[in-house]
């Protein structure tokens, strides 16, 4: 009875099943989806590497900083990045003056000590990185529609991140013409700029980093498109992880201790159960 | 509840001599896992993963209270004060990946002490209650982490929830207002994320209390062993300490070793990028997935693309979803054949090395790529094969199979012609 029971169940959701394969394969082969531009245009991340890969990789400090600079004199006009403080800043080598200095060149919201009233006043150390914009209202308004993202974690909050924010701001192309020929209503609007590493090909943000030499590094590096885009990918890196050092450090100090303890613990395994076959 | 030769506890200090009379907490521990507990000699490193389990149960709470103590359940701030535990909290990036790394670590070594259960036929009588009950407890794992899920607030995380609550509102009549109950509202918000929380905090410990059960039960019969064949002798069982305590020490290093190259060095990789995004109920996820873990169901569900008679295709997946556990409580019943390991059971053994087992691997694969073709119809196929190795194969298979000869003892199967080999020392 059971058993009957349970092949009158199986049958039901095995033959629903072979309904739906039945009924997916003719619709497949009888309108076979159409391509997409997206599908066909759209690029995976450019391969790039930078110093924190790796189980041993460290943070290339220098590159950090010239990282940060880009944020500070490029993105930071409208992209927030409000889980970093002006204090963390220390772990990229700046001193405790400069990190000051830093703060008090941004100006944060505050509160006026007499009257109460909302007002504006120069950031210290233990500040956040202030929102170039009031809302999204004010976001949108500025910028055809689109809200600018925040950046603190945006090299954990796409795919290959870091890979992917170098590709996207070095992938500003014009739109190919073989697309355009097999996709003439793919045609990027007006407002909005072609590059295959974004997922729809055609996002608000105009290139950003638009000539060699845009920032003036302190270092001497020359600051190519390509080098700006790398540096402000490996700042976004720390502002996304900023124990990433500390972990992989701490990882090899564990697993270190585990060998160890694991070691023991076979031969021990390996002492009670001699003599005993099993 | 144990076997005649199992070792009696003697307490010699006066102090525990005393405690044994008024609370025998020490004879407890020490016949359920100490020496007064004798296990079958012969079990493979398969056995070790429900001790594995337990580690990962007591990792879980331990950084999962840590991290409540950071955490707001807020939908204003919950996303926050999860990167403020991170940046902010010393060793709070530890925490915080340990739990999320814990949680996939657990269901790895769930999956494997399952199907374990499938190949050696570990749900068979004696054992029925120890398999109910474990079915159970994974029932429980699936709804704490779901909800454990929900809770850093992200975009997969709303999305998830909105998804995965919608699935009540396909219960006919009752759905919509069953789900808007469990929601406490229309759509996930700061009420569904607060009883999220409360619950994610409350379900733990009734793991704890079933996982207790779990033992209990399994101690009764004893436990099971590769040859499926029930102790008879002394000679057949060793006592679990010190033989399987240091089996399991060293099996928890090795685990160790493996769950801690994935805390340090690659954090993120089980999670979905999505995720470090703030949930927006304005912004649909291009592709909705809920963790690994749940793949292989979430495939089943998505199976079911076309109406079947009045069914509507949407709670035919619903139904599928949840059948597809809910038919491992039965088991015990579908199973009628006499033999207990899958290793004496060369026609079952082919159905799960060629069957099942692949089956599974494309509904893991399938649940976590888009709902497009062709891997919409590759699901279809894998669910239709796993409906019918449970409910049809099954029954049929262990009605018409004939068994390899058993040997005829534990002792019998691990000497076989070596009779100088000396048996196990009483201890």
New interface residues.
Partial sequence: M??IL??L???F?????????G???YT?ITEP?AATAEHEFHLHPKEVHFASDG?FGKFDRQQLQRGFQVYKEVCSACHSLS?VAFR?LAQLGYSEAEVKAIAAGFTVPGTDPNTGEANTRPGTPTDYFPKPFANDIAARAANNNAVP?DL??MA????D?PAYIYSLLTGFTEQPAELLKEFPEAKTPSGLHYNPYF?NLNLAMAPPLAADGQVTYGDGTKSTVDQMAKDVSAFLIWT?E??LE???Q???T??GF??F??IL??M??RN??A???? | MSFPWANEYTPSHPFMKWMDEKLPLPRLVYNSVGSGYPVP???NYFWNFGFLALICLVIQIVTGIVMAMHYAANTAVAF?TI?MT??DVNWG??FR?GHANGASAFFVVIYIHIFRGFYYGSYKAPREMVWLLGVVIFLLMMATAFMGYVLPWGQMSFWGAKVITGLFGAIPFVGEPLQQWLLGGFAPDNAALNRFFSLHYLLPFVIVGVVILHIWALHIPGSSNPTGVEVKSESDT?PFY??YI??D??A???F??LF??A???F??ALGH??N??PANPMSTP?HIVPEWYFWPFYAILR????D?FF?P?KL?GVL?MF?AILVWF?LP??D?SPVRSGSYRPTYKKFFWFGLIPAMAVLFYCGGAAA??PY??IS??A??YY??H???IL??VS?IEKPLPLPYSITEA??GK?EG?????AA
Wanted: aromatic share 16%; no cysteine; hydrophobic share 55%.
């Fill in positions: 059971a058993r349970s092949i169940v199986g049958l959701f095995t033959v629903a099943l072979a309904w739906s394969f009924k997916g394969a497949q989806p189980a889980h963390d993202p603190s974690l954990k909050a796409r795919h991140g997922a996304a900023p124990k500390k972990r992989k701490t990882g090899w564990v697993l585990l060998l303890a694991t613990g076979y021990s395994y009670i159960w003599g005993t076959k099993h | 000699r012969n079990l926050d990167e991170v940046r990036w530890l990946y060793v010190p033989y240091a089996k020490g060293w928890v290093g090795a160790a070793i801690a190259a805390v340090f060095f954090p993120n990028p999505d470090y995004i291009a199976a079911f693309t076309q079947f069914i295709a035919m599928a059948g039965f019943w579908l009628k497009t073709e919409v119809m279809q196929l669910a239709l409906f019918a449970f409910l049809i029954p049929v009605a691990v000497l070596d080999a000396e048996l196990a020392p």
